[in-house]
């Protein structure tokens, strides 16, 4: 079974916390995109890891659904791979591409031609994820999504190694998403607890990580998206999409995302808004072999 063993940071006000992290770190890759890099709290992240001198390369233009291409040329521009930490600070994508790039930059790398063919990273540099949205669960995952266009869908590059050996979960950075986005988002953490927790592979780990998120979600969603600046909420989403990661890591999804990847991929639907059109008609497919699971999550729906 698939051990993670990232070590977290969690809380408002935990920047400072981050800097232990960077000892002995003298040049960084800090992955992200224009957008995020432009908040208050990204800045102040950069700005930590700018401190004792360290050498800092930015990329900060990550599409929002990165194909192969865009991971190709952002790699061609990276003069010296020789990086002590590679941090990704982001929504989904971000960190996919971060993930990524910790193991495109490592001298085993495979490239990323080979990867997509099938062959497993063997590893990576040092990372550190700190999502800006709370949905995909990047940073608890050993998956990376990558769109291929040419045939009209996505592809994901699934290995252990691409899991992190640092997250943070700052509710800071989520509190910028307008409520489209965050509750686009927040559905797709409900797709992943949801979906891993009636999964044919469900098993005891990932039945208790999505039962845990799925109580975080559905008693912090409304207020998160109503009010953007409740950092409780806020970090509660957080926590709830890095056990959808978990359940994901330890099972997996099924109809939705199977479904929702070519849809994304062909249409270019934003992958939660994908999720939130299927969600409904792929649970009811699911529902006649899982009658006793949906009675525990209606059980933890509030009121």
Known sequence: MLTINSTIISGAGA???LAPLLAGKSRLLLVT???IARLEAARAIRALLEADNRSVSVIERVPPEPTHHDVHALLADINDTAFDLVVGVGGGSVLDVAKLLSVLCHPASPGLDALLAGEKPTARLASLLIPASAGTGSEATPNAILAIPEQSTKIGIISPVLL???????????????????SSTGIDALCHLIECFTATVANPVSDNAALIGLRKLVNNIETA???PHNLAAKLEMLWASYYGGVA?????THLVHALSYPLGGKYHLPHGVANAILLAPCMRVVRPDAVEKFAQVWDLVPG
């Open 15 to 17: 920047i400072p916390a």
């Open 33 to 35: 995109d224009g957008n």
């Open 164 to 182: 992190p050996d640092y997250v943070a979960l700052l509710p800071e950075l989520t509190t910028s998403m307008p409520p489209h986005i965050a």
């Open 225 to 227: 998206c109503a009010e």
């Open 248 to 252: 994901i890591a330890h099972a997996g």
